[in-house]
């Protein structure tokens, strides 16, 4: 389901290989080295068919594991401190693959996240640990004891030829769910690899001849005594169909631009995508941010944001960041501002926008940071908003057209408070694509990974 959800380019088999394949090694006897060639040439077999770095690295892991499971005596304490070992070892690089192929995190990514809620390193901690404790309750009476399992090294081989032919054979006829999962090879391919993994992030020729791409290393913000608002618009990301993008950045067409364009993210999640734009990667500041560089010249600074101060823990840690001000949804509730009902439950794009409008009209001049939030998933068609006009010309399903009828509501507001307000800078940048969507798995993958528009105007 996880999956499905975050279009995983590889899903999870049913059966981890890897642990399998160990077992099948923990009940043979111990040594004969020669009667566990077979094994080590079925591997090597394998690798060489592959033929990819990732397959080489594998092939040696796997020997290494038939040589170790070969060697030690099989009695308790030795056998205990082996399958611990490899145990915990399957258990990170299953647990890798999910958050790299699933939102393009690393381990230690997703650990940064996870610290910003009470149950994050408990989770961390607690679910490794009972899965392997859970794994060495089922295997006790099996590897060690009076009634310890053996097996002929006949059948063993047997056993592992038969799993490699009915997991291949399967997958030739159902390619979307495999039958065995190869997690050390995934995790080998994207240490080895990455360029691979991350094959989604090219952009095709035709939607770079009709918008231009913002450099990597440029910095967006050259001018830190200009008067600016910088808003980070939830989950607008750029479309495969150049038509439908082209859509989704039309309401800036007739606004004074400098850049109106295609910008490579970092980040994957909304607080990496804030990070980033702060130049603080991870949270962790190590030069200047950019709030603190415009209170440096003498702008007020200000984090706005329609949802909880609670939430990633905005409200504890924004101020290290250099902002004077932060409101949040508690706030603006106080002050009478109305609230939305999409996906997420905070205040209205709308109000938020008629709030900067008023907090930028005085004549002392700001820097304004605000995400949004009307268009974050997901997207369940209420009724409540006129659709737009593009939902009839690309003959959208609700999922599509209640995206894009909420990102078009807000963006167009944003485009008219920039006109109204001449003297500020206004950039404009997506955080990610829409992540999830139960109702049309297509959906998110009709999105360009880890590329957002940039606009900046006036």
């Not at 963006?411 to 307000?421: E, M, V």
Request: net charge neutral.
């Amino acid at each position: 389901m996880a999956c499905r959800i975050y279009d995983s380019p590889l899903l999870h088999g049913i059966l981890s290989a890897d642990v399998f394949f160990f077992m099948v090694l923990l009940l043979l006897p111990r040594g004969q080295f020669l009667l566990k060639m077979p094994f080590a040439v079925l591997i090597c077999v394998l690798a060489v068919l592959t033929n990819t770095i990732d397959a080489y690295v594998t092939m040696g892991m796997y020997l290494f594991m038939i040589f170790v499971t070969a060697a030690i005596p099989r009695r308790r304490l030795f056998l205990l401190l082996v399958y611990e070992f490899f145990a915990i070892l399957f258990v990170v690089a299953d647990a890798e693959n999910f958050f790299f192929y699933s939102v393009l995190l690393t381990l230690p990514d997703a650990w940064d996240l996870a610290k910003f809620f009470w149950w994050g390193p408990p989770l961390f901690v607690i679910v490794p640990s009972f899965i392997v404790s859970l794994e060495l309750l089922f295997a006790h009476k099996i590897l060690w004891g009076k009634n310890r399992v053996e097996i002929s090294h006949k059948i063993g081989f047997i056993l592992v030829a038969s799993a490699v032919i009915a997991s291949f054979g399967i997958n030739k006829l159902h390619p979307q769910q495999p039958l065995m999962d190869y997690a050390m090879q995934k995790w080998f391919m994207q240490l080895c690899s990455p360029e691979i993994a991350r094959h989604s992030t090219l952009l095709r020729d035709d939607i770079k001849a009709v918008y231009p791409v913002w450099e990597k290393d440029k910095p967006v913000v050259d001018d830190f005594s200009k008067p600016t608002v910088m808003i980070l618009v939830e989950s607008y990301g750029v479309k495969k169909s150049v038509d439908q993008a082209k859509a989704l950045l039309s309401p800036f067409v007739y606004s004074n631009f400098r850049f109106l364009g295609l910008y490579p993210r970092e980040a994957s999640h909304t607080q990496g995508a804030e990070w980033e734009d702060f130049g603080t990667v991870r949270g962790k500041i190590r030069e200047t941010p950019l709030p603190q560089k415009f209170r440096e010249h003498h702008l007020q600074t200000w984090y706005v944001h329609g949802y909880d101060s609670e939430f990633y823990s905005r409200g504890e840690n924004y101020a290290k960041f250099g902002f004077d001000k932060m409101l949040f949804k508690e706030d603006f509730e106080k002050i009478g501002l109305p609230g939305c009902r999409n996906g997420f439950v905070g205040i209205c794009d709308s109000a938020m926008i008629m709030f900067i409008d008023s907090l930028i009209t005085d004549k002392v001049p700001k820097f304004v940071y605000w995400t949004t939030l009307d268009a974050h998933p997901f997207y369940d068609w209420s009724g409540m908003f006129e659709k737009s006009y593009f939902c009839k010309i690309f003959s959208l399903p609700d999922v599509d057209c209640t995206y894009f009828t909420l990102q078009e509501n807000t963006l167009r507001l944003i485009a008219r408070l920039a006109a109204k307000h001449p003297e500020y800078r206004f950039i404009i940048r997506g955080d990610h694509r829409p992540m999830v969507s139960l109702e049309q798995t297509d959906f998110v993958q009709s999105f360009y990974f880890r590329w957002v528009p940039l606009i900046i105007l006036n």
